[in-house]
C-alpha cells in the first residue's frame, strides 16, 4: 500500500468513528500525530496501526473511543493475562520468576476477561508461562469477544498450523514470536534453552501461513545491544523474516538479577530507540512499534495501574506486567475492587515507574517476589512518580 493510500485509509477508518471529533480538537491532533508516525496495514481487513492498539476498524477501536476518549472511563484500557505458568524456556529476565501459587482455571481465566472488559479493557494480551500449553486457549481467546482485541505473546514452542488456525477463528487479531537475537547462540543463552532459536523461526513460519493473521516478533532488548548500536542489525534480521511488526522492549528490572544501573537504560537511550523506531517506519518495511515510544513522555507515558493491568497466572493482580507487586487475587476479590485500590497509589506519569523505582524492590523483596499486598503499599509510598504527559493532562484536566 503506498503513503497515500495508507493515509487514505487511515482517515477513511477514522471518519467511520465521527464521534472522535467530540474529544475536541487538541485530542485529535495529539491522536493524528502520532499514528502517522506508523502505517496503516490492512490484514485480513483489519486496518492495524501496530498490535499495541485495536485495528483503527475495529468494534474494539469504537470502544477505545466512546469509553476512554469520551466517556472518560478511569479504568483501564490494556490488560494483560496469564494463562498458564507452565514454560519451556527460561529466561533471565523473565517477569515471572517466583510467582508461585494455584494456578487459574479456564472458568476463572473468562470470568476475569468479563470483568476486565466490564472495567474498559479493549485490548488484552494473552501471556504465560507459555500460553500455547493451554489447552483452552481457543475458549478463552473467543471469550474475549469481537469488541476486544486479542494479543498473544508467545516463544512459538509447539505451534502447529490447526492450532494456529484455531486461534484465528476463536477471534485472535495479532501474535508475537519471542526472538531476542538474530545470533542463534545468544538467543538461546538468554534463554537458558537450546532449540529456542530455531522453534521461534519454525512458528514464525506457521504463523504467516496463517491467512489473515497479524504476524510480528517480540524482542526483549539488552542494554548491552543498545549500547553498541546492534537494534539496526536485529531489524534487518527480522525484516527478512516477512513478519508484520518488531515489537520492541528493553529488559526490565523485574527481578534480582536485573538491579543494577548497568542493566538499566537511561533517557538518553531510549530516546535512541525512539529515533530507530520513527527512521525505520518512515524508510517503509516492517513496522517498528517500540513500548518506550507508546509509553515515552512525548505520547502516553507510563501506564502502569492506571489504564495497564497484570493478572498473572495464579490470579494475583499487579498494575503492570513488568511489576512484581501484587495488591489482591481474583480468588478472593473482584477485579475491579483491587483495581480501584491500585488506582489509589498511581498517578498518571510521563516515565516508566520500574524503570525509575527498581531499587526500592531489592529493599522491600526480603527475597520475596512478587511483594504481597502490605509491601506494595509500603513500597508505592515511597516510590518516585513522574508527572503526568501532556495527552492525559488534556483527557482529564488535570
Known amino acids: 500500500m503506498s503513503p497515500f493510500r495508507e493515509r487514505l485509509a487511515l482517515w477513511g477508518a477514522l471518519s467511520r468513528n465521527p464521534r472522535i471529533l467530540k474529544a475536541g480538537p487538541g485530542i485529535n491532533r495529539f491522536l493524528l500525530q502520532y499514528l502517522r508516525k506508523f502505517r496503516v496495514r490492512d490484514v485480513g481487513g483489519n486496518l492495524i496501526v501496530h498490535s499495541h492498539l485495536p485495528p483503527v476498524n475495529s468494534r474494539a477501536y469504537r470502544r477505545f473511543i466512546d469509553e476512554h476518549l469520551l466517556g472518560k472511563t478511569e479504568g483501564?484500557?490494556?490488560?494483560q493475562i496469564g494463562v498458564t505458568s507452565a514454560c519451556p524456556q527460561r529466561c533471565s529476565y523473565c517477569y515471572n520468576k517466583g510467582r508461585s501459587g494455584r494456578v487459574m482455571d479456564t472458568e476463572t481465566i473468562k470470568r476475569v476477561v468479563k470483568e476486565l472488559k466490564g472495567m474498559g479493557v479493549f485490548w488484552l494480551g494473552l501471556t504465560g508461562g507459555?500460553?500455547?500449553?493451554n489447552r483452552d486457549l481457543p475458549d478463552i481467546i473467543e471469550g474475549a469477544g469481537p469488541d476486544c482485541s486479542v494479543k498473544l505473546f508467545t516463544t512459538g514452542w509447539g505451534v502447529t498450523p490447526s492450532l494456529a488456525a484455531d486461534l484465528?477463528?476463536?477471534g485472535l487479531f495479532s501474535v508475537s514470536v519471542s526472538l531476542d537475537d538474530w545470533r542463534e547462540d545468544r538467543h538461546d543463552r538468554g534463554r537458558n534453552t537450546p532449540g529456542a532459536f530455531r522453534e521461534a523461526l519454525r512458528a514464525i513460519e506457521v504463523f504467516r501461513k496463517t491467512e489473515g493473521l497479524d504476524v510480528g516478533v517480540s524482542a526483549v532488548?539488552?542494554?548491552?545491544?543498545?549500547?553498541?548500536?546492534e537494534v539496526e542489525e536485529l531489524l534487518s534480521f527480522i525484516g527478512g523474516l516477512g513478519v508484520h511488526e518488531a515489537w520492541l522492549s528493553e529488559a526490565k528490572p523485574s527481578v534480582a538479577g536485573f538491579?543494577?544501573?548497568?542493566?538499566v537504560i537511561t533517557e538518553a537511550e531510549r530516546k535512541k530507540?525512539?529515533?530507530?523506531?520513527?527512521?525505520w517506519n518512515r524508510n517503509g518495511g516492517i513496522t517498528v512499534?517500540?513500548?518506550g515510544h507508546f509509553e515515552g513522555r512525548e505520547h502516553f507515558g507510563c501506564n502502569a495501574g492506571r489504564k495497564m493491568l497484570y493478572v498473572d497466572a495464579f490470579g494475583e493482580v499487579s498494575p503492570c506486567?513488568?511489576?512484581?507487586?501484587?495488591?489482591?487475587?481474583?480468588?478472593?476479590?473482584p477485579v475491579r475492587e483491587i483495581f480501584a485500590e491500585i488506582r489509589s497509589h498511581f498517578p498518571f506519569a510521563e516515565a516508566c515507574f520500574i524503570n525509575r523505582n527498581y531499587p526500592l524492590l531489592e529493599k522491600h523483596a526480603a527475597g520475596r517476589i512478587p511483594l504481597g499486598k502490605a509491601e506494595s503499599e509500603e513500597l508505592v509510598a515511597e516510590a518516585r512518580f513522574a508527572p503526568a504527559t501532556k495527552f492525559f493532562k488534556m483527557l482529564y484536566r488535570i
Open 273 to 279: 530507540l525512539v529515533a530507530v523506531q520513527d527512521r
Open 168 to 170: 484465528k477463528r476463536a
Open 130 to 133: 507459555e500460553p500455547l500449553l
Open 289 to 291: 512499534n517500540y513500548l
Open 259 to 263: 538491579w543494577k544501573s548497568e542493566f
Open 321 to 333: 506486567v513488568f511489576l512484581p507487586l501484587s495488591f489482591g487475587n481474583v480468588a478472593e476479590r
Open 76 to 79: 483501564p484500557s490494556h490488560a
Open 221 to 229: 532488548l539488552s542494554k548491552e545491544m543498545i549500547v553498541r548500536d
